[in-house]
């Protein structure tokens, strides 16, 4: 049993998988580059496929000339909180296998497996530089495919949000009442002994 960040896990955890949570109240502080950059390298030493690294990240920071651009992208509901991030990440994959040896690409059957291992590093490393990171697929995909300029072998699998959580007075009423860690369903739900359980 773990308890930490007002969750209990039934089995023991590290208590960093309970601190890692999704909020939407940040402080819209600036972030260094450096500390950015942390944690986009912790989503790269995620395991892929025949070491493939089929991920892509597509980043701005607060301030800078691309953020508005990026986070425009994002539908109006996620743009009201994610203005307030300090950074913005965007995790694309490559749909292909490209082998080392030059023979032909095929279609990656865990290109979008891989690049959300690298999402999980990623929040758990921000968690670990004192940030949170808070990824969403509420996005205008063709919109953000056209602002970054991704090829169409490429999918944007989501969008992440990073920054300092702030007070969840700045958030709308409705939001604030959400705005606290949530709970899992009980583990034996969705894991089971040598059979599939739907
Ligand atoms: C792939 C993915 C897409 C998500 N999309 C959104 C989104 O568009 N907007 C939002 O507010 N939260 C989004 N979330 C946050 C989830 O609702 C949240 O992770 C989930 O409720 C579990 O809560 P926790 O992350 O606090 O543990 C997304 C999370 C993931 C992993």
Redesign the pocket.
């Known amino acids: 049993m773990t308890n930490s960040n007002n969750r209990s896990a039934t089995h023991s955890i590290h208590p960093m998988f309970l601190d890692?949570?999704?909020p939407?109240a940040f402080t819209g502080e600036a972030m260094d580059r450096a500390t950015l950059m942390t944690i986009i390298e912790a989503g790269h030493w995620a395991p892929s496929a025949f070491n493939y690294q089929p991920w892509r990240f597509v980043y701005a920071l607060k301030g800078d000339k691309h953020f508005d651009a990026l986070l425009g992208t994002l539908?109006e509901?996620?743009q009201g909180w994610a203005k307030n991030a300090s950074a913005l990440i965007f995790v694309i994959s490559d749909t292909l296998s490209r082998p080392a040896d030059g023979s032909a690409p095929k279609l990656s059957r865990s290109h979008s497996f891989d690049a959300g291992a690298a999402?999980g590093y990623m929040a758990l490393q921000a968690i670990h530089s004192g940030y949170h990171a808070?990824?969403?697929?509420?996005?205008d995909f063709d919109k953000a495919a056209a602002v970054m300029g991704v090829p169409s072998e490429y999918k944007i699998e989501?969008a992440i949000a990073v920054g300092k959580m702030g007070d969840k007075s700045i958030l709308p009423e409705g939001l604030q009442a959400k705005e606290t860690?949530?709970s899992r369903k009980p583990l034996s739900d969705v894991a089971s002994e040598g059979t599939f359980k739907a």
């Open positions: 890692r949570w999704s939407r539908i509901f996620n999402w808070h990824a969403m697929t509420g996005v989501a860690p949530n």
